[in-house]
C-alpha cells in the first residue's frame, strides 16, 4: 500500500471536508485530528483513516475485498519456468506472469508441470488455465446480468398488492383491539406482545402509536433456515412481552401506545424483489413518529429497515448497533444483497457512515483482512474477543458511549445468534461462546432508553431448529428490553445505567453501607 | 320492485358477460394459453343470486359490475358471490360502490403495469440498484462480483495437486469398516466425471443442497443427513439380492447450488446431470425441493429424448401451477417442463396427490394436458395394487422411466420430515413396492429424492425410511440387471412354502 499517496489524498480530503456543510463540522473537526492521530502509526498499521461525510459514499467503502485475493504480478518465478513462459506467444506469458492464474491453479503446481512439459504441452497447460479463468469471470453477452422475472404473469405484482380496507366494516382509524372481556386477559388472536393490531399509517397517526412491530418473514439465509416462521413465533408464545420490568419497575405496555402493524410482504423467491417492499412499509411507520420494530425474518432486512429510517430520519443521521456473531460486511458477491452483506450496501447507499456502525459479540470465523478492512473505514467492532480482554460491563458502556456520540438518532438490529447458542438454539447460523441474556437484556433496555431509538430489530429467529420454547421466550424478552427502554426515554428516566431502588433493594437495612 | 331488480340482473350479466370476454382476450393475447391460469368464462345463474336493493350497485361502471360478476376474480380475493352479496346487503350504493371499485383498482395491478419499471435508481445521486427492483421485470445481479461464474466451474484433474487415475475412490480403511467418512450407501467417492467412466459406475447418487421450497426450507442438509444414515446396504428380502452386490455404486458428490435463487440453478444443475449421464451411470438425485425436478427430467430429455422417457411422480403435490411471477420454483416444476416440451403430458404419471392446492382447477389441467394422475382418493377406492398395476403399465409406454420422489408422498406418520407435508399419504409398504417394481419391471435412467427436511424430524425416521426407498430402486435395478423383470416378482425364500 502506497501510504504516502494515501496520506496526500487524505489532506486532500480534509481539505475538502472544511468546506462541507456546517453543520457536521464540528464532528469533521474532530475526525481530522483522529486523522493526525492515525498518521502517526500509520507505518506501524498500514491504514490512514479516511473520516466519511454523512450522505456521501465513503471514500474508501471499496478499498479491499475480503477473502478474496486480488490478482498480483508473481514474483521469483526459476528460470527454467522463466524460459518456458518467454517461449509462449507473449499474451500467454503475460498472463501467468501477472499472476491471474493462481486463481485457477497454484503457481507451484502449474510450474511442475511446465517443467516436465513438451513445449506444445506446456503451451496446452497455459491455455487450459486461460479458458478456465476466462469462465470464471463475468462476460458480457455470454453470462447473464440478471434474473429475468415472467412479466406477463397475471400476478407479476400481487404478491405485494394491499387488501382494500373497504373490504372490511366500516371502522375510525385506530388500532384494533381484538380482546373481548372488560377483565382483559388474552384474546385469543396471537399478536405480538398481546398488542391491538393497526393496519394503516392512519391507524398509527390516529392511535398515537409509540411502537409498531412488524414481521417481516425472509427466509434466505444460508444456514439452516426457518426464519419464515420467526414472527409467527414470537407472537404464539405469548411470554416474555407482558407486565412490569423488574430492573426499572416500568410497565412497557402501559406506558406505551404498542401495535402488532401484522406481516409485510415477502417474494420468498428474492431477497432483492423483497426489499423495496420492507423498505416502504418500515418508512411509511418511521413517517407517523412510530417506533419501528421489525421481527425478521433474516439478517438482509437490516438493509431496508435501516435505508428506511435514513429516508426519515437523514442520510447519515443515524448510528447503528449491530448485535451478531457475523460481521455481516460482505460483498462483491453474485446477489446485491443477502443476510451476510447488509452493512456494505447501507454504507455503500451512504444511508449510514462507517463511523457510526457499532457491532458487539461478533466471534465467527473471518479473516483478518475484514477486521482491517473495518479498521480502515473507521467501523467499530467488539468482538467476543474485546469482551474476554475486558470484561463485559466496560464493553457495553463502550458501545453506549458511542451509540451516542455521533448522532442524534439510534438504530438497533439485533441478530438473535449473538446469543450464545445455549440461549438460542433456534437460529440458522449460531456460533458458540456468545452472549448470555444477563448481559444482552440490559445492553438492550439501556440502548432503547438512553438514546433516541428509531428503529429495532430482532432478526434469525429460525424456531424449527428449537423443539422448546426457549429461543421464542428469549426473542420476546429482549424485545421487552427494548419496549422498556423506549418507555423510560418517553418517561424521560435516562440515567445511565438506571435501575429502580426499589426493586434492587429492600431497605430493611444497610447491608451495602449505603444509608437506609 | 324485486322482480324488475331479477330483470335488470339477468340484462346486467348479458351484457357484462360480452364485456367479460373481451376483457379476458386481451388479457390472454386473444389466444387461450393453457399455461397461463385459465380465466373462466362461465356466468353464474342469476336467478340464484339473492335479491338485493337495485339502486345498491346503481354507481357501479359495467367493468365493476363485470368484475363482481366474474368468480375467478372473485376467488382471488377469496370471495364467492355469496359472501360479496352478503357484503353488498351491510352497505349502501356509495359504499358498494367503494368496495367494488376499489378490489378492481387492486385486481387490475395485480399485473405488470406499463412503465412501472420506468423508476429511477439513483437517489441524491448514489446508486441503489434494490430501491426498484419489486417493480423490475428483473433482478438485477452483481456482475462486478470476483470470479462471478467461479462456484459452477470445475478444476480440471491436470492442475490436481497430487495425481491419481481416475475411478472411484474408497474412503474406508478397514475391509469391513462401519461408521467413517459418510458416503451414500457407504460407496466410494466419485469426484469428477472421469472418475465414473473409468470405475464402469452403474449408479452415482449426488446431493444437490438446494432449499427454496415453499414449505419448510431444511432440504438443502438431506444430502448430508442421508449419507450420515443407514438404509441404502445389504441384501433385500422382496427382490432377494444385494444391489451393493450387483452394482457399480458411486457416491459423486454434491453439485454446487447457488442460495439465494432458484433460476441461477437450473443451467448448472441440467448440465452436470447430462455429464453423469453420457457418462452412463443412471443419477441417484438427492435434493433439494422440487424445483429440482425441471433441470433433472431436462438432462434426462436432453439426452434420450422428451418422447422416449416416462416420468413416475410421486408426490402429494402436482406442482403445476401456471401464470407465477417467478420461472422457477417447486411449485411450478411439471408446468414447465410440459411448456418448454421436455416432456409429454401422456408420459407422466403422477401418484400420491393430495392436499388443497390439488383443485378442480389443478385436476382439470393436468387431464388437459394428458397426465396420467393417481390421487390418494383413487388408491383409498381401487386398492394400492391395482393403482402401481396402472401405473407400471402407464410408464411402459416408453422404453425408459425417471421417478421423481417428493418425501411428501408418504403420510407424515412415515416421513415427518419433509418440507410440505399432507396427512393421508402413502404407507413406507406401499411406497417401497411401488418403487421396487418400477426399477425392476422398467429400464430406470434416474431417480431423485426430493423435499426432505430433516431438521423437521428429531427422530431417524424420515431419513431410514428415504434411504429405505431409494434401497427398493437399487434393488430394482439390480434385479434387472440379474434379469429378474417379471411381474411383481416376490424372492420366493421370503414366502413361506
Known amino acids: ?111 511442475e508441470l511446465l517443467i516436465s512439459a513438451s513445449p506444445s504441452e506446456a503451451e496446452g497447460y497455459v491455455d487450459t488455465v486461460m479458458s478456465i479463468y476466462d469462465k470464471m469471470e463475468f462476460k458480457k453477452g455470454r453470462d447473464i446480468e440478471a434474473i429475468a422475472l415472467n412479466k406477463s404473469s397475471p400476478d407479476f405484482n400481487s404478491w405485494r398488492l394491499k387488501r382494500p380496507q373497504s373490504m372490511n366494516p366500516d371502522r375510525e382509524d385506530g388500532p384494533i383491539s381484538l380482546g373481548r372481556y372488560l377483565g382483559g386477559g388474552n384474546s385469543g388472536i396471537p399478536t405480538f406482545a398481546n398488542a391491538p393490531v393497526a393496519l394503516t399509517a392512519e391507524d398509527l397517526i390516529a392511535g398515537e402509536v409509540d411502537v409498531a412491530i412488524l414481521g417481516a418473514p425472509l427466509d434466505m439465509g444460508s444456514g439452516w433456515r426457518d426464519a419464515i416462521n420467526g414472527p409467527k413465533a414470537m407472537r404464539m408464545l405469548r411470554r416474555g412481552t407482558g407486565g412490569t420490568d423488574v430492573s426499572t419497575m416500568i410497565n412497557p405496555t402501559s406506558v406505551l401506545n404498542i401495535v402488532d402493524y401484522g406481516d409485510v410482504a415477502i417474494d420468498q423467491l428474492s431477497t432483492e424483489r423483497s426489499v423495496q417492499e420492507v423498505r416502504s412499509m418500515v418508512r411509511e411507520i418511521a413517517e407517523t413518529g412510530a417506533i419501528p420494530i421489525i421481527i425478521g425474518g433474516d439478517h438482509s432486512l437490516e438493509y431496508p429497515n435501516v435505508a428506511a429510517i435514513a429516508d426519515v430520519y437523514g442520510k447519515g443521521k443515524v448510528s447503528v448497533v449491530h448485535f451478531d456473531a457475523h460481521l455481516d460486511t460482505g460483498r462483491g458477491r453474485v446477489h446485491l444483497l443477502s443476510h451476510g452483506q447488509p452493512i456494505y450496501r447501507l454504507m455503500k447507499e451512504a444511508h449510514v457512515r462507517p463511523e457510526n456502525f457499532i457491532q458487539v459479540g461478533l466471534r465467527a470465523h473471518y479473516s483478518k483482512s475484514y477486521y482491517e478492512w473495518e479498521k480502515e473505514i473507521g467501523m467499530k467492532y467488539h468482538t467476543m474477543a474485546e469482551v474476554e480482554r475486558r470484561g463485559w460491563d466496560d464493553v457495553m458502556d463502550r458501545v453506549i458511549k458511542e451509540a451516542t456520540e455521533n448522532t442524534e438518532y439510534l438504530y438497533v438490529s439485533f441478530d438473535v445468534d449473538v446469543l450464545d447458542p445455549a440461549f438460542q438454539p433456534g437460529t440458522g447460523t449460531p456460533v458458540s461462546g456468545g452472549l448470555t441474556m444477563r448481559e444482552a437484556i440490559p445492553i438492550v433496555r439501556r440502548l432503547c432508553a438512553e438514546t433516541k431509538l428509531v428503529g429495532f430489530d430482532i432478526v434469525e429467529l429460525a424456531p424449527a431448529l428449537d423443539s422448546s420454547y426457549v429461543s421464542a421466550l428469549n426473542a420476546n424478552s429482549l424485545m421487552f428490553a427494548c419496549m422498556t427502554g423506549i418507555a423510560m426515554h418517553k418517561e424521560e428516566i435516562t440515567e445511565k445505567g438506571f435501575i429502580s431502588e426499589l426493586s434492587s433493594e429492600h431497605g430493611q437495612d444497610d447491608y451495602y453501607g449505603e444509608g437506609r | 320492485m324485486r322482480f324488475a331488480h331479477y330483470i335488470y340482473n339477468k340484462r346486467t350479466l348479458l351484457i357484462t358477460s360480452a364485456f367479460t370476454l373481451t376483457l379476458i382476450s386481451a388479457y390472454a393475447s386473444a389466444t387461450y394459453n393453457p399455461f397461463e391460469n385459465s380465466v373462466s368464462t362461465s356466468m353464474t345463474n342469476a336467478d340464484a343470486l339473492p335479491p338485493i336493493e337495485n339502486d345498491k350497485l346503481s354507481l ?105 487415475s481416475p475411478g472411484p475412490i474408497s474412503l474406508k480403511r478397514y475391509v469391513h469398516e462401519q461408521g467413517g467418512i459418510p458416503t451414500f450407501a457407504n460407496a466410494p467417492v466419485a469426484i469428477r466425471v472421469e472418475d465414473l467412466t473409468a470405475g464402469m459406475v ?162 382439470q389441467w393436468l387431464r388437459t394436458q394428458g397426465i396420467n394422475y393417481h390421487t390418494m382418493v383413487e388408491v383409498q377406492q381401487s386398492g394400492w395394487d391395482k393403482v402401481v398395476a396402472i401405473a407400471i403399465k402407464q410408464a411402459k409406454t416408453t422404453s425408459k422411466t425417471f421417478i421423481s420422489f417428493d418425501m411428501s408422498v408418504l403420510d407424515p406418520a412415515y416421513a415427518p420430515g419433509a418440507g410440505r407435508p399432507v396427512p393421508g399419504g402413502l404407507s413406507i409398504l406401499q411406497a417401497q413396492t411401488l418403487v421396487r417394481r418400477l426399477c425392476a419391471e422398467t429400464e430406470i435412467i434416474g431417480f431423485e429424492m426430493l423435499d426432505l427436511a430433516p431438521y423437521l424430524d428429531i427422530s431417524y425416521k424420515t431419513a431410514l425410511n428415504a434411504n429405505h426407498i431409494m434401497h427398493a430402486c437399487l434393488t430394482g435395478i439390480a434385479m434387472r440387471k440379474s434379469g429378474i423383470t417379471k411381474s411383481n416378482h416376490l424372492d420366493p425364500l421370503a414366502l413361506s412354502q
Open chain 1, 1 to 111: 500500500m502506497n501510504v504516502k499517496k494515501l496520506v496526500t489524498s487524505v489532506l486532500a480530503m480534509c481539505a475538502v471536508s472544511t468546506i462541507v456543510i456546517s453543520g457536521v463540522q464540528s464532528q469533521i473537526a474532530s475526525n481530522v485530528k483522529q486523522v493526525g492521530e492515525k498518521q502517526k502509526d500509520s507505518a506501524e498499521s498500514e491504514f490512514v483513516y479516511i473520516p466519511s461525510v454523512a450522505g456521501q459514499v465513503p471514500e474508501r467503502i471499496d478499498s479491499a475485498t475480503p477473502g478474496l485475493m486480488a490478482a498480483e504480478p508473481l514474483e521469483d518465478i526459476p528460470e527454467d519456468v522463466m524460459a518456458i513462459l518467454d517461449s509462449l506467444p507473449s499474451d500467454k506469458g503475460d498472463f501467468i506472469k501477472s499472476g491471474k492464474g493462481e486463481g485457477v491453479v497454484k503457481k507451484d503446481i502449474l510450474f
Open chain 2, 60 to 164: 357501479l361502471t359495467p367493468q365493476e359490475l363485470s368484475f363482481l360478476r366474474n368468480p375467478t376474480q372473485l376467488k382471488w380475493f377469496g370471495l364467492s358471490e355469496e359472501k360479496v352479496f352478503t357484503q353488498l346487503a351491510m352497505r349502501d350504493a356509495v359504499s358498494v360502490k367503494q368496495y367494488v371499485s376499489e378490489m378492481l383498482a387492486v385486481y387490475n395491478a395485480a399485473k405488470f403495469q406499463p412503465g412501472q419499471d420506468q423508476a429511477s435508481a439513483v437517489n441524491n445521486g448514489i446508486l441503489e440498484p434494490l430501491s426498484i427492483v419489486a417493480d423490475a421485470p428483473e433482478i438485477p445481479l452483481n456482475t462486478d462480483a470476483a470470479g462471478y461464474n467461479k462456484r459452477t466451474i470445475i478444476q480440471p484433474s491436470v492442475f490436481d495437486k497430487y495425481k491419481r
Open chain 2, 202 to 363: 452403474e449408479v452415482a447418487f449426488v446431493g444437490v443442497p438446494l432449499a427454496l421450497g415453499s414449505g419448510w426450507r431444511d432440504s438443502q442438509h438431506a444430502p448430508t443427513v442421508l449419507r450420515g444414515m443407514y438404509g441404502l446396504g445389504g441384501y433385500d428380502i422382496a427382490g432377494g439380492v444385494d444391489p451393493a452386490l450387483v452394482l457399480n455404486i458411486a457416491d459423486f458428490g454434491n453439485v454446487a447450488t447457488a442460495y439465494l435463487s432458484p433460476e441461477l440453478n437450473i443451467e448448472h444443475i441440467r448440465e452436470q446431470i447430462g455429464e453423469m449421464i453420457k457418462a452412463n451411470t443412471v443419477p441417484f438425485i438427492v435434493g433439494g425441493d422440487h424445483s429440482i425436478m425441471y433441470p433433472t427430467v431436462a438432462a434426462m430429455s436432453d439426452n434420450y429424448g422428451a418422447s422416449n422417457v416416462s416420468v413416475v411422480h410421486l408426490d402429494a403435490h402436482y406442482n403445476g401451477e401456471r401464470g407465477l411471477d417467478h420461472y422457477f420454483s417447486d411449485k411450478q416444476s411439471v408446468s414447465r417442463l410440459l411448456q418448454d416440451k421436455l416432456i409429454m403430458g401422456k408420459h407422466l404419471i403422477q401418484v400420491g396427490l393430495r392436499g388443497p392446492s390439488q383443485d378442480k382447477e389443478a385436476l
